[in-house]
């Protein structure tokens, strides 16, 4: 815990996948909430099959979603969505004529049902 994950769809094909991986979770492990950096493991992921909508024109997405353990404030919740949107907006291609939606949530786990050990 937190667990980060990233989707996009396939055809932002110049999104600099590591490179937006370690600054999410730079930005995330920098928030004042989250205890240890370690915790924290971020993966991501092309989507090559997805439907936006039904208008005509190119169209992408990049979605994060960032899992804690329940507990946070609203406001840090809020905190670490602002966070995550500026690394998406700021290295998310948009190709010309490309309308891309960016978007971030923040789910809460489960305290009493969640399990982590270290091997």
Known sequence: MPHLYVEYSAN???????????????????HPSIVDEFDVKGRIAATQQYVIGTGAGARGFIHAELRLLSGRTPEAKKELSDRIAEVLRRLTPHPEGMLVQ????ISDMDRGSYHKSKL
């Open 12 to 30: 932002l094909a110049d999104l600099p996948e590591q490179q937006l991986l370690t600054e999410l979770v730079t930005s995330v492990c920098g």
């Open 102 to 105: 960016v978007s971030v949530e």
